[in-house]
């Protein structure tokens, strides 16, 4: 009984595996399947074992090469190899010898003001800040100036249209500019030197004004005629680049103005306001107005321009004070003593009027009419010659000069030599006009201390180079402009004040 009990479970065992063969061989090459699946665990093994011999035997390398290192070092540490502060070695990054010079500029200068505030005390006063601007509350003469200027805009963009229209002949419109850029340039001076509620600050910000909307309109007027000039030749239409490309060429579908669409009060205004002297057609903007961007910025321009006038309060004006002894009265060593305490304050208070107008202002000014060039200056503090500091530091009076006066010049015969010296001249005549104007008195010192950048540039690019020409550059920064600060002073001393009353700039407990 117990055989036909096995028996009949081994013959069930067999049907039930002949059946599941059946299936298998039904559905498929299982048992290939089942081949495959054996033979890829045992690749995935081998592979693992690969790997992890690979891995030994990248270690053992590795182990051995450090090995070697190691005896190498103990038998050599020397390689050839330049100092670090030497050119050779090809090393820039001094940061951190930066933030030190930086950090001691700061305690240097914070103990000679400290040592101010125990001597004079606060000498900070707004209300006299106001008076700088105004004599008679009931007089604004720099406002009204300003506002009399949008008679010079209208008449050159009027002037213009006449000209396209054919109107106007050629010599009548460079005629009627030429005009009305002389008087735009002696009318203001007038004012400044008869009208006696004008202030020298007032009269300072009103010709500033003044000498940037000649130069514009010197531009507006060049390129407007290179436009005539190009139609008159049966060029193509012109753009910002006198060549005013086909529709396909323009990105993002922006809308180019061709000559003469650009003779509209809104684009002759967008000029006048936007940071540059240089006209175009179609000046390059920028996609939207960045908030954060424009908030900062101005917070900027309200930071810097409060901080230097309670510098120049409480900081230059006690210096300028204790330097009214005429100069006939001083010797050198005096003389010498007094130009050193100016320097170091009249140059820091320089760079913070640099950064708070070229960067915060017309950035600000930039970002919001979409202005897109913001090059307004160049690394002008790497200067290895003079040339390159005038080249760089202001980029919208450079690239007027290049395009309107110099290039000019060449184009007409003159040598380069010539050429750079009637820039430097144009320059020289501005800068004294800027200072001697509202100061109502003529010294020339301004005009000479331009002038004489043309030899120093050529003593410095002759005989120095590299770092030793830098270091010339920065000293004739740092020297140069308080010399001429001082000199203006004393002169302004001696013609208003000679009877040997003191500036009316603080009264000070102390001389």
């Not at 990054?93 to 305690?107: A, D, H």
């Given at each position: ?192 030197l008869w009208v006696p509620s004008m202030t020298s600050v007032g009269g300072a910000i009103a010709l500033g004004f003044y000498t940037i909307l000649f130069l514009k309109l010197y531009s507006y007027e060049d ?289």
């Open positions: 009984m117990s055989d036909l009990n096995v028996n009949g479970a081994l013959t069930r065992r067999r049907g039930a595996t002949l059946r599941a063969a059946t299936v298998r061989a039904a559905n498929g090459d299982s048992a290939t399947g089942t081949a495959s699946l054996v033979d890829g665990d045992v690749s995935l093994h081998d592979g693992q074992r690969t790997r992890e011999s690979f891995l030994e035997l990248a270690a053992a390398k590795s182990e051995k090469k450090k090995r070697r290192v190691e005896v190498g070092d103990r038998l050599s540490c020397h390689k050839a190899q330049e100092s670090l502060l030497s050119s050779a070695s090809g090393y820039r990054n001094y940061r951190g010898v930066i933030n030190w010079c930086v950090v001691m500029l700061v305690l240097s200068n914070a103990r000679l003001f400290l040592e101010n505030i125990l001597k004079y005390g606060i000498l900070v006063d707004p209300i006299q800040v106001i008076s700088l601007f105004l004599n008679d509350p009931y007089s604004w003469p720099a406002a009204c100036l300003l506002i009399v200027s949008n008679v010079f805009i209208l008449v050159a963009l009027y002037t213009e249209r006449q000209l396209s229209k054919g109107s106007l002949s050629e010599f009548a419109g460079f005629l009627v500019h030429c005009i009305n850029l002389s008087i735009l340039l002696t009318f203001p001076a007038a004012v400044v390129v407007n005629r290179w436009c005539r000039e190009q139609s008159t030749a049966k060029a193509k239409k012109l753009s910002r680049s006198l060549s005013c490309p086909s529709s396909q060429q323009f990105k993002g579908g922006e809308q180019k103005v061709c000559y003469p669409g650009n003779l509209t009060i809104k684009d002759m205004y967008y000029f006048v306001l936007a940071p540059t002297l240089c006209y175009e057609l179609n000046f390059p903007r920028s996609p939207k107005i960045r908030i954060q961007f424009l908030l900062r910025r101005l917070f900027e321009m309200l930071f810097f321009i409060q901080l230097l006038v309670f510098l120049t309060q409480q900081w230059m004006v006690p210096i300028i004070q204790s330097s009214m002894k005429p100069l006939e009265d001083m010797d050198l060593s005096l003389m010498t003593e007094r130009l050193l305490r100016l320097a170091v304050p009249n140059h820091l208070l320089w760079l913070m009027f640099f950064y708070w107008f070229f960067h915060s202002t017309m950035n600000f000014t930039a970002e919001l009419l979409r202005f897109g060039d913001r090059q307004f200056y160049n690394d002008w503090w790497n200067s290895e010659s003079v040339t390159y500091f005038w080249q760089n530091w202001n980029i919208p009076v450079h690239k007027w000069c290049l395009r309107h006066f110099y290039k000019p010049l060449l184009r007409k015969g003159f040598s380069k030599m010539f050429s750079q010296s009637a820039v430097f001249f144009l320059s020289a005549f501005f800068h004294e006009y800027l200072v001697s104007v509202p100061l109502r008195m003529f010294r020339l010192w301004a005009f000479t201390g331009m002038m004489a950048q043309l030899p120093l540039a050529w003593l410095v690019g002759r005989f120095l180079r590299g770092n030793y020409g830098n270091a010339a550059v920065w000293i004739s920064i740092i020297i140069g402009q308080p010399f001429a600060v001082l000199m203006y002073v004393h002169d302004y001393y001696v013609m208003n004040y000679g009877d040997g009353d003191l500036l009316p700039l603080t009264l000070l407990d102390e001389q």
